[in-house]
C-alpha cells in the first residue's frame, strides 16, 4: 500500500509481514516507548520473542524503505484462545501516525482471528490514549469494563471487545 504524506508529499510503501525472531529487539523497544511509556517494562525483547515463537500469537509488522534497508514503522500482537482473541499489543512510530497503519494492522489481524474461528477480540487500552480509544470506537469496539489500578497499580484501562460474528450475520 502507499500513503501519502501530507507533510512532504511524498508516498510512503507500507509493507505487511509476520514478524521475525530478529524484530523482537526493536518492538520491544517499540513496546517500551510507546505503549508502557511511564510503566514497568514488561514486553521485553525474551519476551516479545516467546510471542513470536509462540503458535498461538500472531506478530504483524508494517515497515517501510528508510536508508539503505527497512524500518518498522508499526507492530501488532493478537493470541488465540479458544473461542476469543485478545489484543496484546499495537504501536506505530510517531514519525508513521495518521496514516491508517495502526487500522490496517488491526484489521489485518482481526481478520486472522475470524479465519481461526475468533468469535470475538478483546483488548485493554489505558484510560487517558484518547487516540487509541477513538481509534478502538471507530472499529466497532465497545467498552465491556473499567479496570482501576490495571496497569501496576499506577494507571487505569479499559477493557474493550469486538464482535467478529457480527458482520457475518
Do not use: C
Request: glycine share 8%.
Amino acid at each position: 500500500m502507499l500513503y501519502r504524506n501530507r507533510m512532504e508529499h511524498l508516498e510512503v510503501p507500507i509493507i505487511h509481514r509476520s514478524g521475525r525472531v530478529a524484530d523482537a529487539p526493536i518492538i520491544a523497544r517499540m513496546a517500551r516507548d510507546y505503549i508502557e511509556d511511564g510503566l514497568r517494562w514488561t514486553w521485553r525483547p525474551r519476551r516479545i520473542q516467546r510471542a513470536l515463537l509462540d503458535r498461538k500469537t500472531t506478530v504483524l509488522v508494517a515497515e517501510t524503505p528508510r536508508g539503505p534497508g527497512m524500518e518498522i514503522a508499526g507492530f501488532g500482537i493478537m493470541r488465540f484462545g479458544i473461542e476469543e482473541a485478545h489484543l496484546s499489543l499495537l504501536a506505530v512510530r510517531p514519525s508513521y501516525r495518521r496514516r491508517r497503519i495502526a487500522r490496517n494492522l488491526l484489521e489485518r489481524l482481526e481478520s486472522s482471528a475470524r479465519v481461526a474461528g475468533m468469535g470475538e477480540v478483546q483488548l485493554e487500552v489505558r484510560t487517558g490514549n484518547d487516540a487509541a480509544l477513538e481509534l478502538y470506537r471507530q472499529l466497532g469496539y465497545r467498552e465491556v469494563r473499567h479496570l482501576p489500578g490495571y496497569y501496576g497499580g499506577r494507571e487505569s484501562a479499559l477493557r474493550m471487545t469486538r464482535d467478529l460474528t457480527a458482520e457475518a450475520r
